[in-house]
């Protein structure tokens, strides 16, 4: 009978889904999305996602809702750029900038693509994108962990973002202060796709 094979679809379609979680202020408090592949200010110029919504594995969102907290007894609010990152996505950012020293060829895979990874910055109470020590994905000296070369109320906040994130168990970059991992990244596998975004 046509509807049992219709459960049965529907039923491996939602247990894949399940490994990825949307992002919301209901999990992570005070959240605000930026996603800046769903437009067009990023390096590729173009909007890579068909929708504004970030996802990540569940471990990732309960560890996320922590380093809210604790940013808001600094008076900020955590701000979004990139979650989960499809391989299609990944495919057009290195087409823009072939750089194995920022980016991870398609080749591989990304930590972006294990929903264990995230690109992250700050906002004020009211929800404005606060000075950072740089632009997102701006890959000069500026976006290291070396935060001399930046305005102090910048690097302040850089570091005010990275205690709260090594609190909760996240682990850091050396060339990107915007991007984190859970400590245990590589356990995760890929997740291939909600089917909700494709650049093509
Ligand atoms: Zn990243």
């Keep these: 009978m046509p509807w049992v094979l219709l459960l049965l679809a529907s039923t491996v379609v939602a247990s894949a889904d399940e490994r ?52 808001e007894g600094h008076g900020y609010r955590l701000v979004i750029w990139d979650a989960w990152r ?23 895979i990304s930590r972006h693509r294990r929903g264990t990874s995230v690109d992250i910055s700050l906002a004020d109470r009211d929800g404005r994108i606060l000075e950072m020590p740089s632009d997102f994905d701006e890959f000069n000296a500026r976006a290291d962990e070396d935060f001399s070369d930046v305005p102090k109320e910048a690097a302040k906040r850089a570091r005010i973002l990275r205690n709260a994130m090594f609190n909760a168990g996240f682990s850091g970059v050396p ?21 909700l975004r494709d650049s093509g």
């Design 20 to 71: 990825l979680v949307e992002v919301s202020p209901e999990n992570v408090p005070g959240v605000v999305l930026d996603l800046r592949y769903a437009g067009t200010n990023n390096i590729t110029g173009k909007s890579l996602y068909s929708e504004a919504k970030a996802y990540l594995r569940e471990e990732t969102i309960r560890k996320l809702r922590r380093v809210a907290r604790e940013l």
């Design 86 to 108: 499809p391989a299609s996505a990944q495919k057009e950012l290195w087409k823009a900038r072939p750089d194995g020293k920022f980016l991870t060829p398609p080749s591989k």
């Design 175 to 195: 060339d990107e202060w915007w991007h984190y991992d859970l400590r245990d990244w590589a356990d995760y596998e890929a997740i291939e796709g909600k089917g």
